[in-house]
């Protein structure tokens, strides 16, 4: 039997798939990759997000850099595929950061933290339920889905493999 | 670790360890000259036949777009300028070993060469917006700032879990982890192996002190620029291996470059973007 090949969703991309789907976003260290996934369509997208927030004085030339404009794009792609945006689930996994040891780090360099905290925000503002999500720690990260067993998968190189959760509404 | 092995016997007794061209060391120090021109740097960097074939491949890639082929290296210096040629050679002359994978750090074919030239451009793009340390030097140390794991990396037979295990249980970051465990670290590695390299000292300096840049005595603002290129490769997720982040960042490096912290996200798109173009250039390198 074939494999399928997953869909690879580099730094600021966003993919959108209506039915069985595999995503992987691959070498996850502050960024942070997250999968939506609406039951009542099948309807399924997956954002890999470098940045909390977008730059007020700059055109944004790739809406999925930035948590604060990507997550809202992704859920505009999904509707725009026949997703009811009102019964979406989420999970996400990343957001790595250095190890400090005693040093007074200003938050500003936290960017997996940032971008963790950004991410739960605004699924809470756009009320998209959060089924699971696996964030910070040192370690790099690849997040694999398969939207037809709905399984999320979370490996790091330490750790091994494992399922992060089963993305049912 | 298996049996003991000092620093030296790392340097003296790993096997297949690799160079760097003597061709592109005299290039690397005549575009530093004032006297040099492109009939020189041409001259010098025929004498390595090899590294002019991939040098003329990278200078001809898609990156560049050049109009017509450039077939001769002179016209390659003309065209291009001696500082691209400069780190185009660098490039030619570390990709082939740079891209091997590293069982020892479990950095996968290519992984390392994401994460070294990473750090070269973001280290790169760090001395421009600082204007406090030559950005071809930069590039350089950049791209060598971790060939101490090219040689540690046979000895560690693939214990690098251990090593992080070691670093979580002991909340220290994963270079002391080194040194607890083997008695030296890669920097300390790096370090020996620039020498024997006759690599220039401000270059051996930012192999050693990358990770802890307050220890570079006089402070180095090349070792700054590396060591946050190095911070943003990581956590851009360019080539990481088994240490992951675990790895401290140094705030004072941003003061001593005159850099706020809030620069951090400009800079970190600003390489991401330029790293995507660079793309280009690595379907040649492949090729090459």
């Known amino acids: 039997m074939a494999v399928a090949t997953p869909t690879l969703v580099g730094m600021a991309e966003i993919h959108v798939h209506q039915g069985p789907a595999l995503y992987s976003c691959i070498g996850l260290g502050s960024c942070i990759g997250l999968v939506a996934h609406c039951p009542a369509s099948g309807v399924s997208g997956m954002i890999h997000v470098m940045l909390p927030e977008a730059f007020k004085d700059k055109p944004i030339d790739k809406p999925g850099k930035f948590v604060d404009v990507g997550l809202p794009e992704l859920v505009k792609m999904m509707a725009a595929k026949g997703a009811n945006t009102n019964r979406l689930v989420a999970a996400y996994a990343g957001g790595a950061q250095v190890f400090k040891i005693g040093a007074d780090v200003s938050s500003r360099l936290d960017i997996g933290k940032r971008n963790a905290e950004a991410v739960k925000d605004l699924l809470e503002k756009l009320r998209i339920r959060t089924i699971a999500h696996e964030v910070g720690g040192s370690n790099g990260r690849t997040v694999t889905v398969d939207i037809a067993s709905l399984t999320v998968k979370v490996r790091s190189i330490n750790e091994g493999e494992k399922v992060l959760c089963v993305l049912r509404g | ?288």
């Open chain 2, 1 to 288: 670790m298996g049996q003991t092995i000092t620093l030296e016997d790392v340097v003296k007794r790993t096997p297949d360890l690799p160079s760097i061209p003597a061709a592109a060391l005299k290039v690397m120090r005549e575009t530093d000259e004032s006297t040099s021109n492109a009939a020189s740097i041409a001259k010098t960097l025929s004498q390595d036949q090899a590294l002019s074939a991939r040098v003329l491949r990278l200078a001809n890639s898609a990156y560049y777009g050049l109009s017509k082929r450039v077939t001769n290296l002179q016209e390659s210096v003309v065209i291009l300028g001696m500082r691209c040629v400069r780190n185009l050679c660098m490039v030619a002359a570390t990709y082939p070993w740079m891209s091997r994978k590293l069982d020892g750090y479990c950095l996968g074919p290519k992984a390392m060469w994401s994460h070294s030239f990473g750090t070269a451009l973001a280290g790169q793009l760090i001395a421009r917006m600082s204007k406090k340390a030559s950005e071809d030097v930069v590039f350089t140390a950049g791209l060598l700032h971790d060939i101490g794991k090219v040689a540690l990396s046979v000895w560690l037979e693939n214990k690098t879990s251990a090593i992080v295990q070691y670093a979580e249980l002991a909340q220290v970051s994963f270079d002391v982890a080194e040194r607890r465990i083997l008695g030296y670290d890669h920097c300390e590695v790096g370090e020996h192996l620039g020498r024997q390299w006759n690599l220039p000292d401000e270059i051996v300096a930012a192999v050693r002190w990358h990770h802890d840049p307050d220890q570079c005595q006089p402070s180095s603002n090349i070792v700054d620029c590396v060591h946050l290129g190095n911070f943003l490769t990581m956590a851009m997720g360019f080539g990481l291996g088994g240490d992951g982040l675990h790895y401290s960042v140094c705030e004072n490096s941003f003061v001593r470059l005159g850099l706020q912290p809030d620069a951090l996200d400009q800079i970190t798109d600003q390489f991401v973007t330029g790293y995507e173009e660079y793309e280009k250039l690595f379907e040649d390198l492949s090729a090459a």
